[in-house]
């Protein structure tokens, strides 16, 4: 089967470091993405990685690698409004989207 | 302003009684798809669409269906709504660039079916 492993939930302090795991098993990969989702509103597009490495965006970065099925985003210098869903997916087959249930993460001051 | 568009935001409705979700892009973008988003399951692909005129099957299409006839637009029709089908719909397109992906999301509709 298809599945998206991330973490329920994660806490952190402002201004702190905080990294999000995600592992993966799909049938096919072309690509895998992380979103950001405030309560209530739409996934918000954070980055895309279809080769290994790291992509760096100003306080976001993303890891790849996919020999182990595995990915992380990176948040640094955290601020309250990071409080937030992330959500990881993979596109397992040119368009067909697979996404975790998301990590809902807690920015404290 | 490049923008996804849903409407309604917001409907509550009843079993059985025919409902269409419009979606519209600006973005010129091939690639389209309709999620529903529960709590605890996250998001599932209902239906997605390469291009005009190309659909095809995500992880939950049951009880939905879906039309392209024109690039900018993919409706999602609930011929028949249950209750299992509340839930909160986002549409969403896709561009691809070489190695690039950006998906963009709309703004979400909330469904009610009682």
């Known amino acids: 089967g298809q599945n998206i492993d991330q973490p329920t939930e994660m806490t952190a302090t402002e201004g702190a470091i905080v990294q999000i795991n995600c592992t993966y098993q799909?049938?096919?990969?072309?690509?895998l993405f992380w979103y950001q989702q405030h309560a209530g509103e739409a996934p918000t597009f954070l980055s895309y990685?279809?080769?290994?490495g790291l992509e760096e965006k100003g306080r976001f970065s993303s890891f790849l690698s996919r020999s182990k099925g595995y990915s992380y985003l990176l948040l640094k210098e955290l601020q309250m409004k990071d409080s937030a869903s992330y959500l990881c997916?993979?596109?397992?087959?040119?368009?067909?989207?697979?996404f975790g249930t998301g990590t809902r993460l807690k920015v404290l001051a | 302003e490049a923008q996804v568009t849903q409407n309604p935001r917001y409907l509550i409705t009843v079993t059985g009684k025919k409902l269409t979700v419009t979606c519209s892009q600006n973005?010129?973008?091939?690639?389209m798809s309709w999620y529903r988003q529960d709590p605890g399951l996250g998001l599932r692909q209902i239906y997605y669409s390469m291009n005009v005129e190309a659909t095809d099957k995500g992880d939950v299409p049951e009880g939905y269906k879906v039309s392209r006839k024109e690039k900018r637009n993919f409706p999602l029709i609930l011929e028949s709504p249950s209750p299992n089908q509340t839930s909160l719909y986002f549409c969403?397109?896709?561009?691809?660039?070489?190695?690039?992906?950006?998906?963009?999301f709309g703004p979400g509709t909330r469904l009610l079916v009682l």
């Open positions: 997916a993979v596109d397992s087959g040119t368009y067909k989207y697979i």
């Open positions: 969403a397109s896709s561009s691809r660039q070489g190695a690039r992906e950006t998906q963009y």
């Open positions: 990685n279809v080769l290994d």
């Open positions: 799909t049938s096919g990969f072309n690509g």
């Open positions: 973005m010129n973008h091939e690639y």
